[in-house]
């Protein structure tokens, strides 16, 4: 059994586009979307503690006491049974509320060290149940590939996108998802496209139809899209905000961003950088 694992990553995501296409009864809304993984990443360092508690340092950004990498760990604990716990040390990038699925990936690499260096060796099978139940967004980092996602975030399609180089933005103002999906002003009836509709063009299909709720929520976000269009870029927002991005040619350089707002200049990723461990168990 291994005693520690660092430099553990997990990686942010960008939504090249998101389609909401209906409504289901019990109120959860149908969507389409392409996530896309980007070289923006957080990295864990775990150690196993032998008398059983889950400890969490933050090693720049404070988190709250209970979030995702904690309750990870603690719902893998009780599922599998172990009596051992671990120490988790994390240096957090990337931003929080920014539609970049952070917390969900913090999740994900949590659940794939521990279940290496518990020595429970499960399949990723095995621990999409426990990622689906802290997060719709957690299976597809524990899927490890870039996907085609539809229903309410739960089918999901392994997809090609060409190697990029993005610009990300993230406007000091985030936006909680909860007030855009309950906006009366949300596009709820896109019509369903399929993968070879995106495939045809990946880095212009679509839009993000949370985008025009959002921006009359949080008005940072409008300015954001109208600083990245000033370099004749085709921006748009990521998941529901309030980060935005855009595909940015090889030799096309930005400026500092306004109100000191984070800037990254990113990469996309063909696959996890845990690949391997999800593969190795089947």
């Known amino acids: 059994m291994l005693q520690s694992l660092h430099n553990v990553l997990a990686p942010a995501k960008l939504n090249l586009f998101l389609h909401i296409t209906g409504r289901r009864a019990d109120g959860y809304h149908l969507l389409q979307s392409v996530f896309m993984l980007i070289d923006w990443c957080d990295t864990l360092h775990l150690d196993v503690k032998i008398d059983g508690a889950i400890q969490r ?40 509320q920014a539609g970049m699925g952070g917390g969900s990936s913090d999740a994900a690499s949590t659940l794939l060290a521990l279940n290496k260096l518990w020595g429970l060796n499960w399949p990723v099978s095995k621990l999409l149940p426990i990622g689906l139940a802290l997060g719709a967004d957690v299976p597809f980092f524990l899927h490890g590939h870039n996907a085609w996602v539809e229903g309410i975030g739960e089918k999901i399609s392994p997809v090609l996108v060409p190697s990029s180089r993005f610009v990300v933005i993230k406007p000091n103002a985030g936006i909680e998802t909860a007030r855009i999906f309950g906006s009366p002003a949300l596009e709820r009836a896109t019509k369903t496209a399929t993968i070879f509709d995106f495939a045809a063009q990946p880095y212009d299909f679509g839009r993000n139809d949370l985008q025009p709720v959002a921006q009359a929520l949080c008005p940072e976000i409008e300015i954001a899209l109208q600083w990245l269009q000033s370099f004749g870029l085709k921006p748009r927002m990521t998941g529901s905000g309030s980060a935005v991005f855009a595909q940015l040619p090889e030799h096309t350089v930005v400026d500092t961003p306004p109100h000191n707002w984070q800037v990254q200049i990113c990469r996309n990723m063909v696959s996890h950088p845990l690949r391997e461990w999800m593969d190795s168990n089947g």
């Open 57 to 96: 340092i933050d090693l720049n950004t404070p988190l709250p006491a209970d979030d995702l990498i904690v309750r990870a760990a603690r719902a893998l604990q009780s599922a599998s049974g172990t009596t051992l716990g671990a120490e988790i040390r994390i240096d957090k990038q990337i931003p929080a």
